[in-house]
Nanobody, 119 residues
């Protein structure tokens, strides 16, 4: 089993910054990629950023140039640096891990951390 624990959420004014952390523990191996998703009230969960095992990254168009995903392998931690925050970034942010290979793919989610951006 893998546990993912997010931290770093909070209330910030528009234009401000936050850094989210996702600490992974447990049976961590064969990680394919780790991602950050978010879900705003009344909306579907959406992919924000992904970092693949080789280190490549990709972002949703809405956050490109403002958010940066990174990882510290020694700490088994993935980060999401969020700059120039906008009210529309308000959501619960979830950490996600994909590991293994088919047919033994595994998916793990964190409990989420609330980010609120005031105008």
């Amino acid at each position: 089993q893998v546990q993912l624990v997010e931290s770093g959420g909070g209330l910030v004014q528009a234009g401000g910054s936050l850094r989210l952390s996702c600490a992974a523990s447990g049976n961590i191996f064969n990680v394919n990629h780790m991602s950050w998703y978010r879900q705003a009230p009344g909306k579907q969960r959406e992919l924000v950023a992904v970092i693949i095992s080789g280190g490549s990254t990709n972002y949703a168009n809405s956050v490109k140039g403002r958010f940066t995903i990174s990882r510290d392998n020694a700490k088994n931690t993935v980060y999401l640096q969020m700059n120039s925050l906008k009210p529309e970034d308000t959501a619960v942010y979830y950490c996600y891990m994909s590991r293994g290979t088919w047919p033994a793919l595994r998916e793990d989610w964190g409990q989420g951390t609330q980010v609120t951006v005031s105008s």
